[in-house]
């Protein structure tokens, strides 16, 4: 019905991006599925790969922060649209397992992080960069309508308030019983607070420092706060001090002075502090009125990492170890489930760039955590780093379900995975997602051919087919030998546990064609650009050198540097000794640093033998798109070259009649092709790798340079 009516008023009703991972069994990972012991889980892909983020960075970081809210019996998110490169409200729909972008801006700035809170008439998001000097990164409140009948929400006029100048760490909300919004964060070192004004959200007092009586609210710059609403009538704030190695809390009621703050020291020992909070309370509840999980910064291997710290109803802190030092575990969050009486702990491990989500849940009458990492909740190898997770500042319950968000910085993509609270999980009517994980290249001379592949469903078997043979049970690595010059088709499907096939399986084409010599080839093992016949172009600081591990470790490769500065450029040029009509470069290439934002440059350029440039690979600084560019027409293709990455890169030229030929691949595929291109009528007879443009500021290395016809 919800997606019905979201089509009905004109959203967009799409599933991006979306791949589903999930472990043999049930449609998703149920509470049940946790192990009794607590230890690792197995390394099998766990979760689902939801939208990509390119053009941005961490949106699901901030400690303290949520990115869900749930309203209307629905989750939603504050997601990333890569369209139009800011963040948007996104539904989840739970049956469908989807994420759909309503279109609905809540934040223009790319350096930001959100802070939601919904408190069942509106939505507040709170923003803001992390650079103190920077008025463009300053915190504000965004309000957002919801309309229940057409699920939809609106911006509130005269919205965004600015809350205060310069970018700070870790903006959060809360509002207390009497209506007024709260804001905490720490910025120039202090910890600060403002809040809006009696009846009207627009309006807010100028921000002051937290009032301490020793100056506690004086930290270190990259300390935090969080602030959450409690016992019904209380707001209160928590801390870290690296400064005092303490986590502080100090409580206000709702209605007194702003100067009116109450403090305790809610964690201290030795190295007991350090920048990671999460905060959730009850009311009401013997089992405490405020939970958070907080980080220390402790040595030893058996000390706490993270905390699950209690304010009970007497009044005192109580603290229960989670993590321990071994476990390398990061950003940890906390979730209640009121229904179950249950508490979860999700953190990132290792540290400090992630890998795997893993969680764990003890009782909330006595939480004790078992050792270990626990269970492995969100994990993928194709997105390697999963770190950051999210969810939603409300308590949960059967009716709710439980939603967790992260994202992998390495391949800009958010993963996500979910439980039943409860109750059972359906049953399993998903389908998998078979994915190629490795062939041979689009054209190649070898008679043999290997295939890797994969399926998003852990324990899923599968049938490969031939060249349009019936599909046969198949493993993975599947081999063929002495294949038979010209095209041919593989195609393999996976089927889930639950008998689930895949309804398009995956499918690669190649050629097998003669070897043809190669025009020119050079992998730098000379040492120096001397013996392949390059001709080096430097100037203004540019450099370019013949070093180790430039590309691959301990392999010599070509390294091209350049800067801002007035006349810096850097590139190589080789001429082929004659003019081509069909040719193809191809080339391995990495990039370390590729410029900033709303730069690009080449990675490589052709030539005719008159100087003339036919056709340029550009890559684009800020996202690694890769685009093609040749007379007057720039094309952006569907490959992206992100920093770090190493991929093969191959162009093909050739002259036709009236229309010319282009195709550009990745990594054997085809990102670019055109069979219309006008690339002039003189054939192509120079090759120049990297940028002859000034002042690009870059890093790039590539090797093994290969032109044949």
């Keep these: 019905m919800i997606r019905r009516t979201l089509r009905a008023v004109g959203l967009i009703a799409l599933s991006i991006g979306l791949v589903q991972v999930v472990l043999p069994g049930p449609a998703f990972v149920n509470a049940a599925t946790e192990a009794a012991s607590g230890s690792m889980a197995t390394a099998a892909d766990v979760g689902f790969v939801g939208p990509a983020y390119t053009g941005t960075t961490a949106p699901t970081g901030q400690k303290p922060q949520s990115k869900l809210w749930i309203a209307d019996g629905i989750w939603w998110g504050s997601l990333w649209d890569t369209a139009s490169r800011d963040f948007h409200i996104f539904w989840y729909d739970w049956a469908a397992n989807s994420w759909t972008d309503t279109g609905v801006l809540v934040e223009d700035r790319p350096n930001s992080y959100l802070d939601a809170l919904w408190d069942g008439s509106h939505l507040y998001i709170a923003s803001a960069g992390a650079t103190a000097n920077n008025a463009g990164q300053s915190p504000r409140v965004t309000r957002f309508s919801y309309n229940t009948a057409t699920k939809q929400w609106s911006r509130d006029v005269g919205y965004p308030v600015t809350l205060a100048s310069g970018g700070v760490q870790a903006v959060v909300l809360a509002k207390d019983s009497t209506g007024l919004l709260w804001v905490t964060f720490v910025q120039n070192a202090k910890v600060w607070l403002t809040h809006s004004t009696a009846g009207d959200d627009l309006s807010w007092v100028a921000k002051y420092q937290l009032p301490t009586p020793g100056n506690e609210a004086n930290v270190q710059t990259l300390d935090i706060s969080s602030i959450i609403a409690y016992d019904g009538d209380k707001i209160g704030v928590l801390w870290s001090n690296q400064r005092t190695q303490i986590m502080y809390w100090a409580a206000h009621a709702d209605g007194a002075s702003d100067q009116s703050w109450t403090l305790q020291i809610a964690y201290q020992q030795s190295e007991g502090a350090d920048d990671h909070i999460n905060l959730k309370s009850l009311v009401g509840d013997p089992s405490g009125r405020v939970f958070a999980v907080a980080k220390t910064s402790m040595d030893a291997p058996s ?59 003890a009782g909330l009458d006595n939480p004790v955590f078992q050792p270990g990492l626990g269970t492995a909740f969100i994990h993928n190898a194709a997105h390697p780093e999963a770190n950051n997770p999210t969810s939603t500042k409300q308590n949960l319950s059967g009716a709710t379900g439980l939603l967790v968000l992260a994202g992998d910085d390495e391949t800009r993509r958010y993963l996500y995975n979910r439980l039943t609270l409860g109750g059972a999980p359906p049953p399993d009517t998903d389908p998998p997602e078979t994915t190629i994980t490795s062939a041979p290249p689009a054209v190649t001379s070898s008679l043999d051919a290997t295939f890797t592949f994969s399926s998003s469903e852990a324990g899923s078997t599968f049938a490969c087919s031939l060249d349009g043979q019936p599909a046969a049970p198949c493993t993975s690595p599947t081999a063929y030998t002495g294949l038979g010059f010209g095209s041919h088709t593989f195609s393999v499907t996976a089927t889930d546990a639950a008998g689930n096939g895949d309804p398009s399986p995956a499918a690669h084409a190649w050629l097998i064609q003669a070897e043809t010599p190669a025009i020119f ?74 410029g900033s934002t709303d730069t690009f440059f080449a990675l490589a350029k052709i030539y005719n033998g008159a100087g003339t440039r036919q056709l340029s690979v550009l890559r684009v600084a800020a996202t690694g798109e890769l685009r093609v560019q040749f007379r007057e027409t720039t094309v952006t293709t569907s490959g992206t070259l992100v920093d770090g990455r190493i991929a093969r890169i191959s162009v093909r030229l050739a002259l036709g009649a009236s229309d010319d030929t282009v195709v550009v691949s990745v990594d054997g595929a085809v990102i670019y092709s055109s069979s219309t291109a006008d690339l002039g009528s003189v054939g192509f007879a120079n090759l120049r790798m990297g940028d002859d443009s000034l002042r690009r500021n870059l890093d790039y290395r590539f090797d093994n340079v290969e032109v044949t016809e």
């Excluded at 350049?562 to 004659?578: V, Y």
């Design 521 to 594: 080839a050079d992998d730098f093992s000379s040492g120096g650009f001397a013996a392949g016949g390059w001709t080096v172009h430097t100037g203004g600081g540019g450099t370019a050198t013949v070093i180790s591990g430039a590309v691959n470790p301990g392999d010599l490769g070509a390294r091209l540097t350049s800067t801002t500065a007035t006349g810096a450029t850097a590139s190589i040029r080789k001429a082929l000794g004659t003019s081509y009509a069909d040719l193809t470069v191809a080339f391995d290439a990495k990039v370390t640093a590729g």
């Design 303 to 361: 000390d706490p990492l993270i905390n699950l710290l209690v304010l009970t109803p007497s009044g005192q802190w109580t603290s229960r170890p989670v993590y321990t030092k071994a476990d390398d575990s990061t950003r940890a969050i906390v979730q209640i489930d009121t229904s179950s009486r249950e508490v979860y702990v999700f953190a990132a491990a290792p540290c400090c760039t992630g890998g795997t989500i893993y969680y764990k849940k």
